[in-house]
């Protein structure tokens, strides 16, 4: 029987190789002992994300979700709905964490980076990201810490954040997320991190190549056409915005970095230059 | 397999935070607003519909927040003359309501705000509003929606009434019901239930099944505001399907806003670019050009997009869940994902794994909308079992 059950496991793993595939993610509810499987175990791809949330889906594909394994427990009159997704690459499964964690409240040290209120878990590790929200009112907290322990060793992967956020200054800092399109408001800028001071808003967009950074420096001037150029990385200017009040933009190879909404007494190209001295 | 409803309520839960003080009533001016105020247009002309029996004055195109990438988008849209903004409890993890509040600011006063809630008891529902209140900043919401309901039994008296309470306080101006699937089967209980408004998943691809539940509901004095306009064609969740022409968007949106029986429009909207684009369509008329983009555009997607009118329901006479088989199709020839298809099929009941639909001398299954379900069921067929 043993010896089944070892050829079943390592058929399964063959056939996820010869996919191309990593063993799937799933939650199990035996994972935290004490808790049992209530109704199936749910799985879902973008084709079908919307039936089980609905318009919330479209949060998940902004961050390039590919799949997600979920399943119910219970433990006496507890209920935990866990579910794993597979985000693609951790700079989006960490991005997905920076855009869905309340920035009121602390982190939880778990994973990439995590957080625990009294009645859900979310993390981030690897490409994956991980939650939990739970039943009935009160305070799970003890019993999400025994899952987010449970959880961060079922998945492989990072457990350090992408490098991009330690280039933004810490102090002062409201909100640091992966915009995954738009950045500013901006179709040009494609995607990037922003990071929210109460002194102005910090961003760091990425481009393919310096060549493509460098293109959009141009449509960006073309959009700004009252600026002002500035000796700052391989080229920057400053410019003023009804709604992104005094900015400066420098292109750094094939990063774009630079600060909107700045208040007065602060100067924009100056924050900028320090942003751009961080980006490796 | 679908617990959605469970997800829902538990979403909700888990984003739902401590509320250190109850949302103040306010009797003031704002609520009784009824015409819109006057405000910076960007040159377009600023179009308007009356939102059922609500009064309220709602332009044509309204702004859906859900991801959008930056405040100062929500801000322009405002100053642009947007007045309808939909936001929800359970967007952006939770924190959609917050990014969504603080872009208005005082602005919120000159403009309808909708959210929705996604438990599924009165008291529950009644708690999320009140966290709504205070990460939105206002003391009323002008809409408030039970979030998702696609079958009568969802809309509870339980939560009807709940909802009648918060009207009652204050806290909200109208209340009503967010559809993402099976629009007909809703009607008669949103009428019955004296709801004010609906808002539903409505375009151009589910017009034969879905206007009549439209225009119904505008009848009873219902307001009836359309999401998901584009028909998630192409787009998020969709990569099937063929990629959408650039100048499909305003089509699709003018499409949706020519119905009388649609008040309003909420269209997600990313950035600035889209916003733009989205305000020059409300004043344009729908015309030749646009219907001919349109139907090209049903031709396209007429083989993959499944309208999800549950037509097909029960239709089989071996008792195939049809919509599902198509979608495994679609995951293995659409997606190159063989492995998911095959095992989706196998977890269906063996008696309907064993089904051979060429056995069968024709099909009795139709789809009305063109989907080559026979075509479909077979591949599934020669492809999994």
């Known amino acids: 029987m043993k010896r089944l059950l070892c050829s079943l496991v390592f058929c399964a793993f063959v056939m996820a190789a010869a996919y191309g595939q990593a063993p799937a993610a799933a939650p199990s509810c035996n994972m935290v002992p004490g808790w049992t499987q209530a109704g199936e175990a749910r799985y879902y791809t973008a084709d079908n994300l919307f039936e089980y949330m609905d318009g919330n889906s479209e949060g998940y594909f902004s961050y390039n979700f590919q799949n997600m394994h979920g399943v119910t427990c219970k433990k006496g009159d507890n209920t935990f709905v866990v579910d794993i997704s597979d985000m693609g690459d951790s700079d989006n499964a960490y991005g997905w964490f920076s855009d869905t964690r309340d920035m009121r409240q602390p982190e939880y040290p778990v994973g990439m980076g995590g957080q625990i209120v009294p009645r859900r878990l979310i993390f981030a590790k690897g490409k994956y990201y991980l939650e939990i929200a739970a039943e009935p009112e009160g305070d799970h907290t003890p019993d999400l810490k025994l899952w987010a322990a449970a959880l961060a060793k079922s998945v492989e992967g990072s457990t350090t954040p992408p490098a991009a956020f330690s280039w933004f200054p810490k102090e002062k800092q409201q909100s640091l997320k992966l915009a995954p399109e738009s950045v500013l408001g901006l179709r040009l800028l494609k995607r990037g991190y922003v990071a929210q001071y109460d002194y102005g808003k910090a961003f760091v967009v990425f481009e393919d190549t310096p060549d493509s950074a460098a293109a959009v420096m141009q449509k960006l001037r073309e959009r700004f056409t009252d600026n002002t150029a500035a000796k700052l990385g391989d080229e920057a200017f400053q410019t003023t915005d009804k709604y992104l009040g005094r900015l400066c933009f420098i292109r750094k190879g094939q990063y774009i970095a630079g600060y909107s909404i700045t208040v007065d007494g602060m100067d924009p190209a100056a924050l900028s230059a320090a942003l751009a001295a961080k980006i490796r | ?385």
């Open chain 2, 1 to 385: 397999m679908n617990n959605a409803p469970s997800r829902r309520n538990f979403l909700a839960a888990g984003l739902a935070l401590p509320v250190a003080a109850s949302a103040t009533h306010s009797t003031g001016s704002g609520q009784s607003q009824s015409s819109p105020p006057a405000r910076p247009s960007s040159g377009a002309a600023l179009q308007y519909k009356t939102l059922g029996k609500t009064g309220m004055k709602v332009t044509t195109v309204g702004m859906g927040c859900m991801v959008t990438s930056d405040p100062t988008v929500v801000t322009r849209a405002a100053d642009m003359g947007i007045n309808y903004f939909d936001s929800s409890r359970n967007y952006q993890g939770g924190q959609n309501e917050r990014m969504v509040g603080t872009a208005l600011g005082a602005k919120r006063k000159n403009i309808f705000l909708a959210s929705k809630c996604d438990r599924n008891d009165g008291a529950s529902i009644l708690a999320e509003l009140d966290t709504s209140l205070k990460e939105l900043g206002t003391d009323y919401l002008d809409v408030w929606h039970l979030h998702g309901k696609s079958n009568p039994a969802q809309i509870s008296d339980d939560m009807v009434a709940a909802q009648q309470k918060a009207k009652q306080q204050g806290k909200v101006r109208f209340i009503g019901v967010s559809c993402h699937q099976n629009l007909p089967a809703i009607v008669d209980r949103v009428i019955e239930a004296k709801l004010d408004v609906v808002q539903a998943q409505y375009s151009f691809a589910q017009d034969a099944t879905w206007t009549p539940a439209v225009e119904k509901l505008a009848q009873a004095g219902i307001g009836v505001i359309a999401m998901k306009v584009m028909a998630r064609a192409g787009g998020r969740g969709g990569a099937a399907q063929p990629k959408r022409p650039a100048n499909f968007g305003a089509s699709a949106l003018r499409w949706v806003i020519k119905n009388p029986s649609v008040a309003t429009t909420v269209p997600s909207m990313t950035d600035i670019d889209q916003l733009e684009e989205n305000f020059t369509a409300m004043s344009g008329q729908f015309g030749d050009a646009d219907a001919k983009i349109l139907s090209a555009r049903l031709e396209e997607i007429r083989p993959y997009y499944c309208r999800t009118c549950g037509q097909c329901d029960g239709q089989c006479p071996k008792g195939l869940p049809v919509p599902e088989m198509v979608r495994y199709v679609m995951y293995a020839d659409g997606y190159g994902q063989f492995p998911l298809g095959r095992e989706n099929f196998q977890r269906m009941a063996q008696e309907h794994q064993d089904v051979r639909c060429g056995d069968c001398a024709e099909c009795a299954v139709q789809c009305p909308h063109g989907v080559h379900v026979a075509q479909q069921l077979s591949r599934a067929q020669e492809l999994f079992a």
